[in-house]
C-alpha cells in the first residue's frame, strides 16, 4: 500500500489521520528521509518510519496531534540497539469544515457552488456535526432551521436575511424562549459587510466570513478526535483508553499501562520512559 | 437572463411560447438585481428566478395570463414589514417586475450578441402609442429613433429599467458585455482567482509571459489566455471603470512594469500580491519609476481582505470579497426613471 495514495484516499472521504514524515536520521537507521507513515484515531500505524523501534512514539504523538490539532517535531533516540536517531514531522490531517446550507433558494444554491471551489465539505441540509450553519431558507421555516442549528455545536451560525427581518426572526425565538446567549451566536445577516446585493456577491461575503471565522479558530473542537487508544510508554502496546485501570499522571498528561508492572515502572522513573521525544 | 439563455433557446426550437418576468427596479433590499428574469413556457414549465422565490408563485400566475393573450404588464411587489412573514420579500423590500410575451425572432439574435460580448438592449415599450414594438438595440449601431438613443445610453451605463422617451414608457433590459479581470502572474493563486472571478461574472484573462505556465491544464476557467508581458497586453486591451486587474507573480521584474500599466489605465480595481515585505519593495521601486502616492494608494496591496486567507481558494474569496468591495459603490443613474 502506498501511503500517501491511502492518505489522498482518508481525506476524500473526509477521515481524520496523522501523517509523519521523516524529516531526519542519523545512521544507522532503518528509515530514511522521507519516509511516510499514517497513524489512525484507532491507534494502527500504515507504512515505515523505523519499525518496531519507533512505532509507539509514532502512533503516541499521532494520537495527540488529532487530539489537539497541532504539528509536531518527534526526536526518537535509539529506540532500538540497532537504531540511531530519527526526526519526524507528525501533522494531524483533519477533515476540512463541514458546512450546512439550509434552505432551498437561489441563494443556498449559489452559495453551496462557491463554498465547494473552496474544498470544504458541503451538506444541503443541516447536519448535527457541523461546524457551521447558514440557514438561507429566505422566511421558509427561519425560526425552526436556527433553532435546530442553535441546538447542535456548530461555531458559526448565519442568517441570511436583512437585519430587520433577522431581529424579528431572533424575536420570534425569544419568544420562544431560547436565552440571549443562545441568540447571540447568530450572525444576521449573515457574512461581511460589502454592500452585496446579487446572490454571487452575498456568496462571497458570508464565506469571506467563513474563512475569517475558521482563521481564528483553526480547528474547532468537532473536527478533533478523542483518542480512543493510549500507547503504553514502558513497553509501547496499544492501550484501549475507555474502562482502562492502569493509569498515571504526569506533567498534567494521563499515561496508559498494559498492566500493573509496567505502571510501577513508570511510576519508579516516568523521565526514562518520556526521554525519546522531545 | 445570461442564466437561461440557454433554455429560452430550447423552448424556442420547441416552438413553445414564453412569458418572460424581468426585475425592473428594486428598492430597499431585494434578493436580485434588475434584469434577473423568470421564464415561463405555454407548457408551465418555469426557469430562472426574480427574488428568493417569495414572490414567485404570484409572477407565475402573471405570466400564465399574459400567455393567455392578457398583454404585457408592469406589478409592483412591496411587503409591509409587519406582513412580511405572510407573503412576500423576507428582505423587507420592493421589486417592480415587467411580465410580456417574448418575441421569439429576438431569442437567437439576442443570445448571438451576448455570446459575442456585444452590447445589446433589449427594447419593449410597455405603453403609449408604440406598446407592444419589441426590439433590439446595439450599441454600435445607428440608434434610428429618440428609443433606441435613450435604450443606448441606458445600454452604456449598464442599466436595466423603464423609462419614459416621448409618450412612451419603454423597458430597456440592457446585456452589456462581462466586465474584465486580467490576471497577471500564470501562478496557483491566479486559477482560484479565475475561478471565482468567473463566479462574480467576469471575463477573465490571464497573462503571464512565461509560456510554460500558461497553459488550459493549469487555467481551466479562464475566458483568455495569453503569453505576453504584461504591461505590453494591458496597452493594447480595453479598460474601464468596471475592469479589474490582479497582479499575482509577487516578482518585481514582472510587477513594477504590470503596475505602472495598471496606474495608466482607470480600471476600478488594481490588487497586488506580495507579503508586507514584498509589498514595501514594490513601492519603493515605483516611486523611484516616478509613481506619486496618490497613484499608489490606487493599488490594493497585499491584495485581498484580513481574512486570514491561507490556502489559494481563501486568497481567492479574499480577493473578491475586496472586488466587491471597491467596485461596488452606489451608482447615479443616467436615465430618468419611471417608479411604477
Known sequence: MNVLVEAGRLTAEGRPFALATVVDVERPASARRGDHAIVTPEGALHGWVGGACTESTVVREGLLALADGESRVVRVEGGCASEGTIELLVEPRLPTPLVSVVGDSPAARTLVELAQTL?????????????????????????????????????????????????????????RGLDEEALARVRCPAGLDLGPSSQEEIAVAILAELVAWRHTKPVSPGQLVEPVVAIDPVCGMTVTIAGATETAVHGGVTYYFCGSGCRRRFEEGAERYLEATS | MRDILDTLARWKASGAKVATATVVSTERSAPRDPGAMLAVSESGDVAGSVTGGCVEPAVFE?????????????????????????????????????????DPATIDPLAKAIEEERPVARVVPVSGPNAGAERLVFADEEAGDEIGRTAQELLAAGETAVVRVGDDEVFVDSFAPRPNMYVFGAVDHAAAVAEIGRFLGYRVTVCDARAKFVTTERFPEADELVVEWPDRFLERSPVDERTAICVLTHDHKFDIPALKAALETNAGYIGAMGSRRTTEQRRELLRAEGVSDEELARIHAPIGLRIGARTPQEVAVSVAAQLIEVLRAPKESRAEAVTP
Do not use: N
Not at chain 1, 119 to 139: F, K, N, T
Not at chain 1, 145 to 157: E, F, I, K, N, R
Not at chain 2, 72 to 92: H, K, M, N, Q, S
Open chain 2, 62 to 102: 402573471e405570466a400564465r395570463e399574459v400567455l393567455a393573450g392578457g398583454g404585457a404588464r408592469l406589478r409592483t411587489y412591496g411587503i409591509a414589514d409587519e406582513e412580511a412573514f405572510e407573503v412576500g420579500l423576507p428582505c423587507g423590500g420592493t421589486v417592480h417586475i415587467f411580465v410580456d410575451a417574448m
Open chain 1, 119 to 175: 474544498g470544504w465539505r458541503v451538506a444541503e441540509q443541516l447536519e448535527s456535526q457541523a461546524d457551521a450553519v447558514v440557514i438561507a431558507s429566505m422566511g421558509q421555516g427561519d425560526e425552526e432551521a436556527l433553532q435546530a442549528a442553535l441546538a447542535g455545536g456548530a461555531g458559526y451560525v448565519g442568517l441570511v436575511a436583512s437585519s430587520k427581518r433577522g431581529s424579528a426572526v431572533l424575536a420570534e425565538l425569544r419568544t
